[in-house]
């Protein structure tokens, strides 16, 4: 008998809660949203439980798992301290450079002067982040210098990111394909989940600004089948050693955020959490018992090895009109029970609400997560647009060429 309490409201948590419920007696989540079953208003602070998972950086950062563990719980989450290696981008950074992981050479700046003297050293693609939490959104990669200049002016100045934006990180623009791997760790161990590949781009093709998310795929039949391992020596297990010699007892997930570059995997950030929308298609496809995964990690003793199913899993993001820039929200959703009917797709609810008839509308940028599984990736992608096509609300907006790389 295990109760889980997730944290969080959108799709992540909502597939945490469905792979942890195979498993978990009871699994509820706070504050969830109207389209994840056993959602409660409680916080978290007030609620019982066996295991605590915190799925967004935002509570991680403000120090809600060692709230937690002060009060006894079990939790699988880093404390404010280890949260800082997605909380201040400068941050990590340095911790990168201490712990000799191979990341982008940068610089970070509170002034315009010496960070457009910066940008003079660097060649396109220019890349510019806000040092705090944006939403995903605080980072521009352009080969416009014009544009790049503008942005470190609006990013310092407080305008378009507030305090978020009070330092900006410039960094050497790398290419290549991007590879999304959750290392799950105890503090002095971590175990790799399946690699994912997120689409970060609102239209296809990789065009127009950066997202949070807009549709993910598991496996990556075109990596290197070394490249996780790679990985966990070159850059998660460094890391983990790195906090460790601080003083940080780090126990959840590494979400490392690498470029395969020419000259090998570089790492461009990590997130100190479950990535969204790649949780919706990496958790599926775990075979192993997930809540004992996690309670091992919550507990400092990991002993379990993760197993994954061979079926590829893809998901593909529908948002509303107006996202990244802005969200309409409001929009009655239709479809979403026709959608799960169909073979092989589930729907993940992530940023909806209900209307006053309580019905289900539309309540944020990334709405639904419409998840296709198969044995192969042309039957994973197959399923998860049969899915897309069977919901709607006025000016949903969604790519239609999620894991065209893997077929
Ligand atoms: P981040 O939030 O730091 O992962 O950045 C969001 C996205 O911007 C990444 O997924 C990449 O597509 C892109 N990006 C970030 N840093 C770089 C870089 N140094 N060079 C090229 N593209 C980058
Ligand atoms: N999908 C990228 C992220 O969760 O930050």
Request: charged share 20%; proline share 6%.
């Given at each position: 008998m295990t109760r889980v309490v997730v944290v969080g409201s959108g799709g992540r948590e909502h597939a945490l809660a469905d792979v942890l419920s195979r498993t978990a007696s009871d699994v509820i989540v706070t504050p969830g949203n109207p389209g994840i079953p056993g959602s409660v208003a409680t916080p978290a602070t007030e609620l019982d439980a066996d295991l605590f998972v915190i799925g967004p950086e935002v509570p991680l950062v403000d120090g809600l798992a060692d709230e937690l563990r002060a009060q006894g719980k079990l939790v699988f989450g880093p404390g404010a301290d280890g949260a800082q290696l997605e909380g201040s981008k400068a941050y990590m950074k340095e911790l990168l450079v201490a712990?000799?992981?191979?990341?982008?050479?940068?610089?970070?700046?509170?002034?315009?002067?010496?960070?457009?003297?910066?940008?003079?050293?660097?060649?396109?693609?220019?890349?510019?982040?806000?040092d705090g939490l944006a939403a995903g959104k605080g980072v521009l990669v352009t080969d416009d210098r014009a544009e790049a200049e503008a942005a470190i002016h609006e990013y310092l100045s407080g305008d378009a990111f507030g305090a978020a934006g009070s330092t900006?990180?410039?960094?050497?623009?790398?290419?290549?394909?991007?590879?999304?791997?959750?290392?799950?760790?105890?503090?002095?161990?971590?175990?790799?989940?399946?690699?994912a590949q997120d689409h970060k781009r609102i239209f296809d093709g990789d065009g127009g600004p950066n997202t949070g998310g807009m549709g993910a795929y598991t496996p990556l039949p075109w990596a290197d089948p070394e490249l996780v391992d790679t990985i966990m020596r070159n850059a998660i297990e460094p890391t983990l050693a790195e906090l460790q010699r601080r003083g940080i007892d780090y126990r959840g997930t590494l979400f490392a955020g690498l470029m395969l570059t020419p000259s090998g995997p570089k790492m461009l950030e990590y997130n100190v959490r479950f990535g969204d929308p790649e949780t919706q298609v990496v958790l599926p496809r775990i075979d192993s018992d997930l809540v004992q995964l996690l309670s091992e990690a919550a507990a400092g003793n990991i002993e379990s090895t993760p197993t994954f199913s061979n079926d590829a899993v893809v998901t593909v993001v529908c948002a509303s009109e107006g996202y990244p820039a802005s969200a309409r929200t409001g929009d009655l959703i239709e479809g979403i029970d026709d959608a799960r009917d169909l073979d092989g797709v589930s729907v993940y609810a992530a940023g909806v609400k209900t209307n006053a008839d309580g019905a289900l509308v539309t309540g944020g940028g990334r709405v639904l997560n419409v998840v296709g599984r198969g044995p192969t990736m042309n039957d994973a992608v197959a399923r998860a647009y049969a899915g897309v096509a069977k919901i709607s609300w006025p000016g949903m907006q969604h790519r239609t060429d999620i894991a065209h790389q893997a077929k």
């Amino acid at each position: 008998m295990t109760r889980v309490v997730v944290v969080g409201s959108g799709g992540r948590e909502h597939a945490l809660a469905d792979v942890l419920s195979r498993t978990a007696s009871d699994v509820i989540v706070t504050p969830g949203n109207p389209g994840i079953p056993g959602s409660v208003a409680t916080p978290a602070t007030e609620l019982d439980a066996d295991l605590f998972v915190i799925g967004p950086e935002v509570p991680l950062v403000d120090g809600l798992a060692d709230e937690l563990r002060a009060q006894g719980k079990l939790v699988f989450g880093p404390g404010a301290d280890g949260a800082q290696l997605e909380g201040s981008k400068a941050y990590m950074k340095e911790l990168l450079v201490a712990a000799g992981v191979p990341t982008a050479a940068h610089g970070s700046f509170t002034e315009a002067g010496p960070a457009i003297a910066f940008l003079d050293t660097m060649t396109e693609p220019f890349v510019i982040k806000t040092d705090g939490l944006a939403a995903g959104k605080g980072v521009l990669v352009t080969d416009d210098r014009a544009e790049a200049e503008a942005a470190i002016h609006e990013y310092l100045s407080g305008d378009a990111f507030g305090a978020a934006g009070s330092t900006v990180v410039i960094e050497e623009g790398l290419v290549g394909p991007e590879v999304s791997v959750f290392a799950i760790c105890d503090g002095t161990k971590a175990v790799a989940l399946a690699p994912a590949q997120d689409h970060k781009r609102i239209f296809d093709g990789d065009g127009g600004p950066n997202t949070g998310g807009m549709g993910a795929y598991t496996p990556l039949p075109w990596a290197d089948p070394e490249l996780v391992d790679t990985i966990m020596r070159n850059a998660i297990e460094p890391t983990l050693a790195e906090l460790q010699r601080r003083g940080i007892d780090y126990r959840g997930t590494l979400f490392a955020g690498l470029m395969l570059t020419p000259s090998g995997p570089k790492m461009l950030e990590y997130n100190v959490r479950f990535g969204d929308p790649e949780t919706q298609v990496v958790l599926p496809r775990i075979d192993s018992d997930l809540v004992q995964l996690l309670s091992e990690a919550a507990a400092g003793n990991i002993e379990s090895t993760p197993t994954f199913s061979n079926d590829a899993v893809v998901t593909v993001v529908c948002a509303s009109e107006g996202y990244p820039a802005s969200a309409r929200t409001g929009d009655l959703i239709e479809g979403i029970d026709d959608a799960r009917d169909l073979d092989g797709v589930s729907v993940y609810a992530a940023g909806v609400k209900t209307n006053a008839d309580g019905a289900l509308v539309t309540g944020g940028g990334r709405v639904l997560n419409v998840v296709g599984r198969g044995p192969t990736m042309n039957d994973a992608v197959a399923r998860a647009y049969a899915g897309v096509a069977k919901i709607s609300w006025p000016g949903m907006q969604h790519r239609t060429d999620i894991a065209h790389q893997a077929k």
